[in-house]
């Protein structure tokens, strides 16, 4: 399972698209199917809105969530397109939040059925309900289709760091870390209750540049990049 920001589809800037950033991403799952590996990708949608802006929209929290969720579907159907392009013979995006002209709803063992018949599965819409980013959705998902790992891919920063490795140059990387360490430290790896689900369930996770191409995959042959975290 691969958590795929929405800032990462929109390249250099903080918002909107960008072709070059959507082909890279979709080559890089892409280069991971090849290796045989079923490839379930949660994306998100902060490209587009983010749901704790409402304030500044000056519109309720939970009608800003469900523009962030679509957001997240707008993501969803341009990497299926451009997976699809790419000659990626089977690509299924699954949304939370039913829109049945343009994608099929999730169920997970549909879901699970597509992966194991060697579709990419894209899931859309995070769980479908407000106040939580797609953190939450992505680890929750992982759990529910069994994965053996999620894959949690960041955007210029190569791992976890016991600083900001943006303000402080010589911030140290961490190579491997327990799920213990990461909370009693407060380390920034994704939103806590989204940590938490992953910690009680025992789901490893690797956290990684996207910008870094050929990065997922070699993940996936079992060389150690970014930084792993588990039990
Ligand atoms: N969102 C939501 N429920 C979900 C998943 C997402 O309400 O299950 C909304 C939320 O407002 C979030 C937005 O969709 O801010 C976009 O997702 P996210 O912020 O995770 O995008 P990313 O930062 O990964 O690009």
Request: contains cysteine; hydrophobic residues 45%; proline residues 4%.
């Amino acid at each position: 399972m691969v958590k795929l920001s929405g800032r990462a589809i929109a390249g250099p800037d903080e918002y909107g698209f960008s072709a070059a950033a959507l082909d890279h991403l979709a080559s890089e799952v892409v280069s991971v199917r090849r290796l045989g590996v079923q490839v379930a990708v949660v994306v998100g949608g902060g490209n587009v809105f983010r749901g704790n802006r409402s304030d500044a929209w000056g519109i309720d929290r939970v009608e800003a969530d469900n523009i962030g969720m679509l957001g997240t579907v707008i993501n969803s159907l341009l990497l299926r397109g451009r997976l699809t392009a790419l000659g990626e013979p089977d690509v299924r995006v699954m949304t939370a939040v039913p829109i049945d002209a343009v994608a099929e709803p999730y169920i997970r063992l549909r879901a699970m059925h597509h992966l194991e018949k060697g579709a990419v599965v894209v899931l859309a819409a995070g769980i479908g309900q407000p106040f939580v980013t797609t953190d939450y959705p992505s680890v929750q998902r992982a759990i529910e289709v069994d994965a053996d790992a999620l894959l949690v891919a960041k955007h210029g920063v190569d791992g976890v760091y016991d600083s900001d490795p943006h303000k402080h140059p010589e911030a140290l990387r961490f190579r491997k870390l327990t799920y213990a360490h990461v909370l009693e430290q407060g380390l920034a790896v994704m939103d806590q209750s989204a940590f938490i689900l992953a910690r009680d369930h025992k789901l490893p996770m690797h956290v990684f540049d996207i910008e870094q191409s050929g990065v997922m995959a070699a993940i996936c042959r079992g060389e150690r990049r970014g930084t792993y975290i588990g039990p």
